[in-house]
């Protein structure tokens, strides 16, 4: 069973900074996909970034930039310019295609406050 | 990008009642319907799987009679919370995917805050 893993509950950055936000999986599948969901305070679920497996360069959606290291199994967030909108629960998310179920895996989360 | 359609977005009720949520894709066909549960400052946890015309695929753990999900059309998915009580009560959230939308990111309903008295 594939599982997600964000090592960090809770961070804190100041306004205009960078901040990176962890986050391991565990599969033994070769073909999948890792998201990265913002919820904010209204709790709508936002897609940040994805990445897919097979494309080695790393995703980038203007001031959001993963760090996907296969090998390792790692798919880092970083936020440049943090904005206070930013301030959010942010979830790193497994799905694969295979069995055709495309479920999504989320981790535990990372709260994020950015500071005036 | 792709809508999705969650209603109510928020009921308060009494325990033993029931309670429909509906989740709509309001401008392609869904497939595949995700139902999630979230507690507070908790994750999201997978309730259940609809696809159109066929049963809903449970998580384990889930009861199913308590839990009632209906995929009746390629825009329409419901969950049926049956005779609710207090423990009841979470944020539930529904998903849609599949389709022209296969392999691509879930599109996720606003949520239903559940409240039973």
């Known amino acids: 069973a594939q599982t997600v893993t964000q090592s960090q509950p809770e961070m804190s950055v100041q306004e205009a900074e960078t901040v990176t936000l962890s986050c391991t999986y565990d599969t033994s599948e070769s073909n999948y996909y890792l998201f990265w969901y913002k919820q904010p305070p209204s709790r709508q679920m936002i897609l940040v970034i994805r990445?897919?497996?097979?494309?080695?360069q790393n995703a980038t959606e203007n001031r959001f930039s993963v760090n996907f290291q296969k090998a390792a199994k790692s798919f880092s967030l970083k936020i440049s310019d943090s904005q206070l909108g930013d301030t959010a629960m942010y979830f790193c998310?497994?799905?694969?295609?295979?069995?055709?179920?495309?479920?999504?895996?989320f981790g535990k989360g990372t709260k994020l406050t950015v500071n005036p | 990008g792709a809508v999705v359609s969650q209603h109510p977005s928020w009921v308060i009720c009494k325990s033993g009642t029931s309670v429909k949520i509906e989740c709509r894709s309001l401008d392609f066909q869904a497939t595949t319907m995700f139902w999630y549960r979230q507690f507070p400052k908790q994750s999201l946890m997978l309730m259940a799987t609809s696809n159109e015309g066929s049963k809903a695929t449970y998580e384990q753990g889930v009861e199913k009679d308590k839990f009632l999900i209906n995929h009746a059309s390629l825009t329409l998915s419901t969950l049926t919370v049956t005779s609710a009580h207090p423990e009841d009560s979470s944020f539930y959230i529904c998903?849609?995917?599949?389709?022209?939308?296969?392999?691509?990111?879930?599109?996720f309903g606003d949520g239903t805050r559940l409240s039973i008295l």
């Open positions: 998903s849609a995917g599949g389709g022209v939308w296969r392999n691509q990111p879930q599109h």
């Open positions: 990445q897919e497996a097979y494309k080695q």
């Open positions: 998310a497994f799905m694969t295609p295979e069995g055709g179920s495309e479920k999504l895996v």
